[in-house]
């Protein structure tokens, strides 16, 4: 196994095909083709499913793919490392949350104090959330009551109320926990953190939720709420001002849920992840 070969399987795996990868790395096609072979060969191992103009991983090629990324990661931060000279940190930092309003200011903050790095954010319940982590497709994750785990590092953010809305114009304002049993309940999938705490407390109580609809994502259930369908369940930070869109109290419980900025421990040096923890509080700049 040679580096030269490695190097070929990661970035035809990274650009989905060897043309583009040949482009990006400034080789020609068959060169590529025969580094990728010879690793394939020499470790009798299918790697890439050729079928006509596509490529696609193998169960084998997902696995390396995983290590090569964490790899080839490890070698860029080496060589930051070793340059680091009060440079100016540049790159692209990714955030997957279930909410992006629990970061915006530390967004902020950090594009002022870092103007050269990209910033890419996209939504995702839990599931997806740790996934992407554990995946390297995401530096920065944002998720509610996770439990802690020894491959990930975790900044509170600070516990918020969980709020029923409704379509604006309906009757009742108030209603207890018991109620919600005779209500079209539109709850998120299942991996929604907010929709885990409903059944949780509906579970000691003896009661059971049944959604007369399922939404896939935060924007789906409101959008359904608005319409009138029935009634949803957002944190008290996602309520928004969407005028369309009332809150309703319920009376004889408190629910809420901790939000909290989640990290891979094996990625913690890495530059643009450092630099953002260190403007939540999560660990100093060095």
Not at 94 to 116: L, T
Not at 153 to 168: E, H, Q
Not at 171 to 198: H, M, Q, Y
């Amino acid at each position: 196994m040679r580096y030269t070969q490695l190097r070929a399987f990661h970035n035809v795996a990274l650009h989905g095909g060897f043309s583009r990868a040949a482009q990006v790395m400034n080789q020609t096609q068959p060169a590529l083709s025969e580094q990728v072979r010879k690793l394939e060969q020499a470790h009798d191992t299918l790697l890439f499913r050729r079928e006509a103009r596509q490529v696609t991983l193998t169960e084998a090629g997902e696995g390396l793919y995983r290590l090569t990324r964490e790899f080839f990661e490890t070698e860029e931060r080496i060589g930051e490392y070793l340059d680091r000279s009060g440079a100016a940190i540049s790159g692209q930092l990714r955030i997957i949350a279930d909410s992006a309003i629990h970061v915006a200011g530390a967004v902020q903050q950090f594009r002022r104090a870092h103007p050269r790095v990209s910033v890419a954010i996209r939504t995702g319940n839990t599931e997806t959330v740790l996934r992407a982590l554990r995946d390297y497709d995401a530096e920065i994750g944002v998720v509610g009551n996770i439990a802690g785990a020894p491959d990930l590092d975790v900044v509170d953010l600070g516990r918020t109320p969980i709020v029923a809305i409704v379509a604006r114009g309906r009757a009742s304002g108030r209603l207890r926990f018991a109620d919600l049993a005779r209500e079209n309940l539109i709850l998120r999938e299942t991996g929604s953190k907010t929709r885990a705490v409903l059944e949780a407390e509906a579970d000691r109580r003896g009661q059971t939720l049944a959604p007369v609809i399922e939404a896939e994502g935060r924007e789906a259930m409101r959008e359904m709420v608005a319409a009138g369908a029935g009634i949803g369940f957002v944190s008290e930070a996602e309520a928004g001002q969407d005028p369309r869109i009332a809150r309703v109290t319920i009376t004889d419980v408190d629910l809420g849920m901790t939000e909290t900025l989640v990290t891979l421990t094996a990625r913690r040096e890495v530059p643009v992840i450092r630099a953002f923890l260190a403007l939540t509080g999560g660990q100093n700049e060095t």
